[in-house]
């Protein structure tokens, strides 16, 4: 029982604000900082909305010292000049601050303008030590490519955080680094042209298909919960209740959009088995069908976008597309576990989707050819990486 007399105030906590920061930081891991409200964070904290707002004024504020004080971190940069160190100091560093591969990979994008180049230039700066690095390494780069390959390092780093993907850390950290090793020495193509203008070409006459084709491109680009129904209408000239006759809901169309892709995809897979003559040539076709396919309607990664219905039914169909990848890692590669198959797929996967998403990254005509080499790399020798 309590010793304080009745009606005694209770005083609130002197860490009150760090706890609200660490809650805000796993609410907004685990739904996604636009399904995150003020009312709900205060509820997990255990303390009214009023008070809440006593330490932040407004959401924006709230994630901004969640990356301020995840981001910190990165102020101790990568100090070793080889590449496999670097490379082993970096896994170090995110393996013992996991939240900020997931803050980096969904929420960043959500800060003010402002906040986030700064975020995003302590990241960039911190990660500058892999272009000395791959300087020693290889000296046939050029600038486009060795910004490639820095990218797609810190791609490939986001699967250390806590919520991507779901295997022991051990396993996790053994995975990606040997897909590092494998992304520093991938063969490359001249940085090619950048297109910096999206080639629209000619939009079918079906209402029903630029809709799809309209959700697609901004669901990928901007992110589903910053896409509105009216946006999508609008770009693909379909407004009114005209665009409700076709998809009554925005999941509904988040539904048609993901399970079409996926049926673009198990074409695409059945037609390089029916051309591949041995499995390494089916790996290529089936990494090179996949990165085109991203590129033109949008990586179908499951994102935070809060219809839990559709992400679990489209899951289950991404995990059986995914299983045909493992199937043909393990073919070439005859010993390696299972699991480790799978997730060098899953890494795979996650560096194409993710570079993917960087605009001045996948500009580039050279993007499929690289990308495709890079991902080859990773999968044809998931090894444990360099003693």
């Known amino acids: 029982m309590s010793s304080e007399p009745v009606g005694t105030p209770r005083k609130r906590p002197k860490d009150r604000k760090q706890q609200i920061v660490l809650q805000a930081r796993d609410m907004f891991i685990e739904l996604g900082y636009p399904n995150v ?9 255990g303390i009214t909305a ?70 995003r230039g302590l990241m960039l700066a911190w990660a500058a030590a892999f272009r000395s690095v791959l300087r020693a390494h290889r000296d046939d780069l050029d600038d486009g490519n060795e910004e490639l390959l820095v990218w797609a390092m810190l791609s490939t780093l986001n699967c250390l ?26 063969p490359l193509v001249p940085t090619g042209e950048a297109q910096h203008l999206p080639h629209t070409g000619r939009l079918p006459v079906s209402r029903r298909e630029r809709l799809l084709l309209a959700a697609a491109t901004r669901f990928a680009s901007r992110g589903y919960q910053e896409t509105s129904m009216t946006d999508i209408g609008a770009a693909a000239d379909v407004t009114g209740p005209t665009l409700y006759s076709y998809f009554p809901s925005k999941a509904d169309l988040l539904r048609a959009v993901y ?20 499995p390494d040539e089916a790996l290529r076709l089936v990494i090179g069908s996949y990165v085109e396919h991203s590129r033109a309607w949008g990586s179908l990664e499951i994102g935070r976008s809060g219809e839990r219905e ?26 390696l576990d299972p699991s480790a198959a799978r997730l060098h797929v899953q ?41």
């Open 310 to 335: 559709v992400e679990a039914d489209i899951l289950g169909i991404q995990r059986e597309y995914a299983a045909e990848w493992t199937a043909l890692v393990q073919e070439i590669s005859p010993g």
């Open 161 to 186: 955080g806590t919520s991507t993907i779901h295997a022991k850390l051990t396993n996790r950290r053994t995975a990606v680094r040997a897909a590092m090793h494998a992304i520093a020495s991938a």
């Open 37 to 45: 409200t003020m009312n709900a964070l205060a509820e997990r904290v």
């Open 347 to 387: 890494i795979c996967l996650k560096m194409i989707n993710g570079l993917l998403r960087t605009p001045h990254i996948a500009q580039y005509t050279s993007i499929s050819a690289n990308l495709s080499a890079m991902a080859y790399a990773i999968l044809a020798a998931p090894a444990t990486g360099p003693a």
């Open 259 to 278: 399970m079409r892709g996926s049926h673009y995809l198990w074409m695409d897979l059945d037609a390089a088995f029916a051309r591949a003559s041995t």
């Open 50 to 119: 009023g008070g809440l707002y006593r330490h932040f004024s407004n959401k924006s504020d709230l994630l901004d010292a969640v990356l301020r004080e995840s981001f910190a971190c990165f102020e101790q940069g990568i100090t070793a000049t080889a590449l496999g160190p670097a490379i082993d100091q970096a896994i170090d560093v995110i393996s013992s601050h996991p939240q900020v591969a997931d803050l980096w990979d969904r929420e960043v994008r959500y800060a003010e303008p402002e906040e986030r180049r700064k975020h």
